[in-house]
């Protein structure tokens, strides 16, 4: 996969690799099983600290996405979500609320909104089919 | 020593030249494993600094602590744990590449031979070049093979980039990240000045802004380009003047707006309820746009269209 920065995004770096890795799992990009860059080559290509990309990995670990094998490096896990329903709704209410926040800035209202969701809910299922959210 | 312990501590740091202040009251700290970004603007007392901490200048006044100790009463112990490269890079000019390494070699107790050889390869030195024939480039190239194979626990890099041209910086900065933290980085420190920030942005953990010998700002780069932004309105009518907390600097183009703000807040969210712009986007300042707004004086639309 290829992480891209974007020092403009206002998200700290580790952060931008933890929702990249995130993104592209969810996006078929990166199957289970699959490894991730190791440390040093993804640190010199995004010209970055090691610490940045191991502080990363660590956050992917804790997160249960990703796990380490010494010496063999880091690899999808399957995609069981250790967290509890609770979490994961808290965490989605989050990105959730950045897109409310914004929606207000461009001023949609809220049934416009509604409607962009299910749009893009269809566009994510046609872009990437075996991977719609399931039901 | 103790883990944890700052690598670097800077404290009220004095510098004068006879009645200059060179550097004037600077406090600083690095932690290990961290890269710490020093930049200023020529003149800002950046190698002043650096030079008090390798013991090459006496402070005036102030405290200097490398590893919890005085680098006037320790020099030695200190610097066989540190590797300097600075602006200018002189070597013998009688010196092959090759006589060049085992004499600065000969200083070091740790001194990583296939490290040596995998990195004159990468940069395509010629070992048995003279030193005075090297370009300047090259110059840098085989300073920075010698500090990286010394392992040193501190890497002080003293404007390390500025006159090379852009694949050689890239290449200078790729084997800084690959090659110096290779082994133990929790405990691999760099100490970078520099007044070309863009090159080392994702690589900075925390930096100080100097300024006439001052620190003007002390911040974690994450943290900053969450503070630092630059939000752009459009209005439907002509843009009322705008006033936020942290408003550093506003320019105004017809119905648009843009405001460089710090600010830990949400100030675009301020923005468009006070003044219900029709469209507002807001960015992050990257980390040379941050040097640059810090070091700026402030100014204001209204002084701008009077000018």
């Not at chain 1, 940045?52 to 063999?72: M, P, R, S």
């Not at chain 2, 740790?110 to 024939?133: I, P």
């Not at chain 2, 890497?155 to 790729?174: A, H, K, M, N």
């Not at chain 2, 550093?248 to 468009?272: C, D, F, N, W």
Request: hydrophobic residues 40%.
């Amino acid at each position: 996969m290829l992480i891209q920065l974007n020092f403009k995004s206002g998200l700290p770096v580790y952060l931008q690799i933890v929702e990249q890795v995130k993104a592209a799992i969810a996006s078929g990009i990166l199957r289970p099983g699959e490894s991730l860059p190791s440390i040093r080559p993804l640190a010199e290509d995004l010209r970055i600290n090691r610490n940045t990309v191991a502080k990363a990995y660590a956050e992917l670990e804790n997160q249960g996405v990703i796990e380490t094998a010494a010496g063999k490096g880091s690899f999808i896990k399957d995609s069981q979500t250790p967290y509890r329903k609770e979490v994961r709704r808290q965490l989605l209410a989050g990105a959730v609320d950045a897109a409310i926040v914004q929606a207000y800035h461009l001023q949609f209202t809220p049934a416009e909104v509604l409607e962009l969701v299910r749009d893009r809910l269809g566009a994510f299922e046609q872009k990437n089919p075996g991977h719609a959210l399931k039901n | 020593m103790n883990q944890n312990e700052p690598v670097i501590e800077i404290k009220d740091l004095v510098r004068k030249y006879g009645r200059e202040d060179a550097v004037n009251g600077l406090s600083l700290t690095v932690e290990p494993g961290k890269c710490y970004g020093f930049f200023g603007r020529n003149g800002a007392g950046k190698t002043t600094t650096i030079r008090c901490l390798l013991n090459l200048l006496r402070p005036t006044t102030g405290h200097i602590r490398l590893f919890g100790r005085d680098p006037a009463r320790d020099e030695a112990d200190l610097k066989a744990r540190l590797a300097y490269v600075p602006d200018q890079v002189a070597f013998y000019p009688w010196m092959t590449v090759a006589e060049t390494l085992e004499y600065l070699g000969s200083f070091r107790k740790v001194w990583n031979q296939d490290k040596l050889h995998l990195l004159l390869d990468q940069f395509q030195l010629d070992h048995r070049k003279k030193a005075g024939q090297l370009s300047k480039g090259q110059k840098v190239q085989l300073a920075l093979v010698a500090a990286v194979c010394a392992e040193p626990e501190l890497l002080i890099l003293d404007e390390p980039t500025s006159g090379l041209d852009p694949i050689v910086r890239r290449e200078f900065i790729q084997t800084v990240i690959g090659a110096y933290q290779e082994s133990d980085p929790g405990r691999r420190t760099i100490f970078v000045s520099t007044h070309l920030i863009s090159e080392f942005e994702g690589l900075i953990d925390q930096f100080t802004i100097l300024e006439k010998g001052r620190a003007v700002m002390t911040l974690e780069a994450d943290a900053a380009r969450q503070t630092f932004k630059r939000i752009r309105a459009r209005f439907a009518e002509d843009p009322p003047v705008i006033d936020l907390p942290g408003l550093l600097e506003a320019r105004q183009a017809g119905r648009q707006v843009e405001l460089i703000v710090r600010s830990a807040g949400q100030p675009e969210k301020e923005l468009a309820q006070t003044y219900r712009p029709q469209e507002c986007v807001v960015e992050a300042l990257t980390l040379e746009e941050i040097f640059v707004a810090a070091l700026k004086p402030k100014r204001m639309p209204n002084e701008a269209t009077m000018a």
